[in-house]
């Protein structure tokens, strides 16, 4: 098993970006952190062709997990939070395919430790001022000086918050955007504390708060593992 990996998720409509992205990472990834990818079952032959030279290993999303849900968003959401079933990596630095590197990096920028990975936790102030001045729908100035928004970011978080029974901190934390650095632990702990005591499916967590960096960031709050 790897301890950290960098992850990317893909289909063949991000091609170009995702050719991009691979490009920087060959350029500037000096530890030589290894790449995977998962890719659309209908493409992935598409991807072992045109980057056989490189040095990514390509998995089929349907080895990841199966799901009828038709929304490519909410399925890489769900690929995403299961990928630790394969036992492959401890860490995964999660890229999108939009994104790339531009200058050397290290697996000291992702991880404090051999143990333990940076965070992303921010307030997501600026981005929700912006939605306030731009007179969004649903969004308002809240008597105390806070911004409040319906772009999903403050409903998904008072959602989860409910769930793991921290609605009491007033703070609504963003675990994005990408790249996130994501330890496989929480990931599995999710699973094993609230999704399978409560006999349910990925697909109704997605359903109620649909955003995989959230349910990683308030996992890992609540149930405090680093």
Same mark, same amino acid.
């Given at each position: ?7 990317? /998720? @893909?289909?063949?409509?991000? %091609?170009?970006?995702?050719?991009? !992205? ?9 530890? #030589? ?81 051999? /143990? @333990?990975?940076?965070?992303? %936790?921010?307030?997501?102030?600026? !981005? ?9 729908? #649903? ?88």
């Amino acid at each position: 098993m790897h301890n950290v990996i960098i992850y990317i /998720n @893909t289909t063949a409509r991000d %091609l170009l970006q995702y050719t991009a !992205l691979v490009n920087s990472i060959k350029a500037y990834n000096v530890d #030589n952190i290894p790449v995977y990818t998962c890719v659309n079952d209908s493409d992935i032959d598409i991807f072992k062709t045109q980057f056989s030279e490189y040095d990514i290993t390509f998995i089929k999303d349907s080895d990841v997990y199966n799901t009828q849900m038709n929304s490519s968003w909410h399925k890489q959401q769900l690929i995403k939070m299961n990928f630790w079933r394969l036992g492959i990596a401890k860490h995964m630095i999660q890229v999108d395919s939009d994104s790339f590197f531009i200058k050397n990096f290290r697996i000291s920028d992702f991880m404090v430790d051999e /143990n @333990t990975p940076y965070t992303l %936790l921010h307030e997501n102030k600026e !981005l929700k001022e912006f939605f306030i001045k731009s007179k969004m729908e #649903n969004c308002r100035l809240e008597d105390n000086g806070d911004y409040w928004v319906s772009q999903e970011f403050s409903v998904n978080c008072d959602k989860i918050k409910r769930v793991f029974g921290t609605e009491n901190r007033t703070v609504n934390y963003d675990f994005g955007h990408p790249p996130c650095v994501w330890s496989n632990e929480v990931w599995e702990s999710l699973y094993k504390v609230y999704i399978e005591p409560n006999n349910l499916s990925y697909e109704e967590l997605i359903n109620y708060a649909n955003s995989e960096q959230q349910w990683y960031g308030e996992t890992l709050l609540a149930l405090k593992l680093f």
